[in-house]
């Protein structure tokens, strides 16, 4: 019988997988499109930094070198980790670059009908030992050449955050079409070297669009090119909660959200009676904690005085992993007037620039820089060559989340497993133990369940992420029942899930990655 494994993309997350099917006796083969590692850390801008320091960014069994002495590496010293891992592990070898996946294929195997008809996942809830391969076409960049390989087993680390922007849909006669300047993307304006971005923007008067992350280091890019004379304006439906920094405050954020005892006032997916009643009674100090820190940030820093006090709560932010950080000298931009910000539910273009709801102006600007996220619902479904499988990665009106047992396997698409989707406030973290994960499966150490069983456990899941996550569930994010998740992976793996030292220690201390070392032994 045999066991090829492909994986695709070679940023963390298949970097990860790459390693520990190695260490579990595999061959993997790993295509990525760019000629080298990195996946989206190779396409940011020229201000991209750790938000959250690097001692939360890190695989499990590889720190950093003693040479970086920053808290928040910038995106260049990520790169260089990453690269350094790869090296390590001997992972270069084994990697394709230049090589872009077009879609894969199930073929060979059951009918449409009998898939359907699937009681076990795959047919005999195993990664092996099927009749169907998956056919992978793979496009080499150079040359644009085609050719198609084969694989008993892949793992989708395509990341959701890159490729496939997400841009609004306006009515005819509305949109960029009317409009006299230029439009993009903040994935275009990353991908642009250092140089070519300064210079697109120098002079320029700059609208961008949205209120996450990538809005606010735009804002922070073009204000420090231009400075007053070219003001940068952040166009936002709402705000979101932000850190003045992660040094300080993600410790704080450690011992309130991140340990055990503050994972007892949060519902989780599947918890006994006992556990569902002890959430219900603690669920009010959770939320006097969460409006200590409100409090706390809003006499910190002036949110009210620029419109950025959000209208819902702190642990709504954190159960979607949108907290984030402000750039450096954030309030003194905004202070000196080289960004404003303006809040509106919904606006449209004209010639002269953007017409916002409640001005009575249009925003005369140059450029427009939508910063409005990504597809990645869509970009998992378009992987696909048979309509079969694509129709099973959920898309909105009926879902907004792929559905994922454990977040890695879907319960009617055999032989793959989707590792990078589901969110946390680690990623390299979470990619790392479900890669371990799916290494475990592929050498035969976990049982799945029944596709039913499969199915109700996801549903749970997202169930739970609609209940904290509100509009923005359909981000998958673990965040405030990570330890919850990770307990379930270590009992798959059978691990002890408990890894702290002492009972005080086990229920108060945060939980991270340093934790976990252990497992990644076989």
Known sequence: MER????????????????????????????????????????????????????M??????????????????????????????????????????????????VGGESSEEIKSWEQWGGNGTPFGHKGTWHVTVQNTKTLSAEVHEAEFVV??????????????????QGPEVFNGKVLHSMDYS????????????????????????????????????????????????????????????VIAGFLFLNRFAE????????????????????????????VVETTLKWKLPLKKYGLIPNHSFFQDLSTCLIAVFPD??????????????????????SEGVIIEGEAKPLETDIVIF?????GDQKIRNMFKSTLFQNQIALPPTSSTVPLYRQIIHPRIPQLAIIGYAESLSNIFSSEIK???????????????????????????????????????????IATCGIWYHDQLCKDMKQNPRRKNGFFAELFEPYGHADYVGLTHK
């Open 264 to 291: 007892l006032s949060v519902h989780k997916p599947g918890e006994p009676f006992f556990l569902g009643l002890l959430a219900t009674l603690l669920s009010p100090l959770r939320w006097g904690i969460c409006k």
């Open 329 to 350: 000298n954030f309030f003194d931009r905004l202070k000196e007037g080289s960004i404003t910000i303006k809040k509106s539910q919904s606006f449209s273009f004209c």
């Open 435 to 477: 890669s371990l994960w799916v290494a475990h499966f592929l050498d035969g150490n976990i049982e799945l369940p029944n596709i039913r069983e499969m199915e109700k456990d996801v549903k749970l899941w997202e169930e739970n992420m609609k209940q904290y996550g509100g509009t923005y569930f359909w981000k998958s994010c």
């Open 371 to 375: 910063a409005t996220g990504y597809k």
């Open 156 to 173: 989708l680390c395509i990341g959701k955050y890159s490729g496939l922007p997400n841009i609004p849909e306006f009515p005819p006669g």
């Open 191 to 250: 991908d642009m070297d250092n140089d070519t971005a300064a210079e697109l923007i120098k002079g320029k008067r700059v609208a961008i669009i949205g209120s996450q992350k990538s809005a606010m280091d735009l804002a922070a890019e073009c204000a420090k090119v231009n400075g007053v004379k070219y003001p940068c304006t952040i166009i936002q439906r709402n705000a979101h909660w932000f850190l003045p920094d992660f040094n300080i405050w993600g």
């Open 57 to 106: 960014y890190q695989f499990m069994d590889f720190p950093w070198p003693s040479s970086v002495k920053e808290d928040n590496p910038n995106h260049n010293q990520v790169l260089d980790y990453l690269n350094s891992y790869a090296q390590h592990f001997s992972l270069i070898p084994h990697i394709r670059f230049n090589s872009k996946v077009i879609h894969v294929d199930y």
């Open 4 to 55: 090829r494994v492909i994986v695709i993309g070679a940023g963390t997350s298949g970097l990860a997988a790459c390693k520990y099917l190695l260490e579990f006796g595999f061959h993997p083969t790993v295509f990525e499109a760019d000629d080298g590692v990195g996946g989206v850390w190779r396409h940011t801008m020229n201000s991209t930094k750790l938000q959250n320091n690097k001692q």
